[in-house]
């Protein structure tokens, strides 16, 4: 580990203010910047450590819920209006990590979280573009049933691994940013990029931006709305394969769906084919599985993860069927 200076935020203000200087990095929970602080990833000049500022209370303006990003994941899962009308959000924070871990994490620093690709947490002998730009991708060829299906390049396959970002795609979620030139939104599915010849730059955060909050609207796809998650132990694993899937129904018919995958892509990953699969359809077995295998369609496989097509697929459709209980 490097030696690093260490600044307690007090106010928004001392935040603003230290990430105009290079080199400055948020300490939220501390649950993945330490990690690869100590793994020799990360090598941050300076952490400026906001776990002491007391989040906004959550609240509902125009039927979006706003959530401040300071929030600790287990605060939010325990929100009522989380609970009765986005169910796949609370779903998605109660499914990840450990309770330990969501009484540390933020929302803000969940969002951001890094690959947990192995070849870059763990770095020297194997190659890696992400971890050392230019310096080649050891999953191409190597261990990559853990990589991703959708959104990869040449360069890098690595999955984005958050639970709760996958879920925000699929309701429209915005983030509220703050920055030396003000505040802006922006639509989640734009948060994070796709690898292309520059794995290592993850965002579309500037680097002295800061998430401030996460806008969800509270439609009626997100009332009857379930995520479904995959992983090799019932716990305390991130997703092999999920879905965060919504409906809304017009007497048999479907009239909205909301449908994205996480544990399959470089990015939280909203599926347009299998949404449309469904649009003004009736839901049962056969619509959900068609609608699960249109989600597959295209996805580039590997040596060692073609196995989540099928599975995907299944994921997705029995998402579906919970989410039709829920209407
Ligand atoms: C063993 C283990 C298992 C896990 N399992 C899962 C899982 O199954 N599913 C899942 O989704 N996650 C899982 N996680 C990830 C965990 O949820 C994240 O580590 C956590 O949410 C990060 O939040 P934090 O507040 O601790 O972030 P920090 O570690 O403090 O920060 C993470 C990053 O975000 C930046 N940051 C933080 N807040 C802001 C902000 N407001 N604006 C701008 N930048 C910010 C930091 O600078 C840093 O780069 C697991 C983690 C561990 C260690
Ligand atoms: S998949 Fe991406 S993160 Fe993993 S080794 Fe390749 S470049 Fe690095």
């Known amino acids: 580990m490097h030696p690093f200076s260490y600044f307690r935020a007090s106010g928004a203000d001392d935040v603003n203010k230290a990430l105009r200087d290079e080199g400055t990095r948020i ?3 501390g649950t993945t910047l330490y990690d690869l602080m100590k793994l020799d990833v990360e090598n941050p000049v300076r952490v400026v450590d906001i776990s002491g500022l007391a989040p906004q209370p959550i609240r509902v303006e125009n039927d979006t819920l706003i959530l ?8 939010a899962a325990e929100n009522e209006t989380l609970r009765l009308r986005s169910p796949a959000l609370r779903e998605a ?3 990840a990590a450990s309770q330990q871990l969501r009484n540390m994490a933020t929302l803000g620093g969940n969002l951001l979280q890094r690959t947990r690709c192995s070849y870059f947490r763990h770095g020297e002998p194997y190659a890696c573009n992400k971890r050392q730009p230019a310096s080649g991708c050891a999953a191409l060829e190597g261990l990559n049933r853990n990589h991703a299906l959708f959104g990869g390049s040449n360069a890098c396959i690595a999955v984005y691994p958050g639970d709760f970002a996958t ?3 699929a309701f429209d979620a915005r983030v509220e940013i703050t920055g030396p030139s003000g505040a802006r939104e922006l639509d989640l599915v734009d948060l994070h990029r796709e690898p292309g010849e520059t794995p290592h730059l993850e965002t579309h955060l500037r680097p002295d931006e800061f998430i401030k909050a996460i806008h969800i609207p509270l439609t009626k796809a997100a009332r009857s709305s379930t995520y479904v998650k995959i992983r090799d132990r019932e716990s305390y694993a991130f997703a092999l394969v999920s879905a965060a899937v919504g409906i809304e129904m017009e007497g048999e018919i479907v009239r ?5 995958l996480g544990g399959v892509a470089t990015r939280p990953w909203r599926s347009a084919a299998a949404e449309q699969a469904l649009i003004g359809r009736p839901l049962n077995d056969d619509t959900a599985q068609a609608a699960g295998r249109a989600a597959f369609v295209g996805a580039s496989t590997t040596r060692h993860n073609a196995f989540k097509t099928e599975l995907g697929a299944r994921v997705v459709a029995d998402a579906l069927m919970i989410a039709k209980t829920r209407i």
């Open 93 to 95: 924070l109660m499914l």
């Open 68 to 75: 401040d990003s300071l929030l600790r994941m287990s605060q």
């Open 27 to 29: 300490l939220a929970g």
């Open 167 to 169: 879920a925000l795609a």
């Open 256 to 260: 909205d769906v909301r449908i994205a």
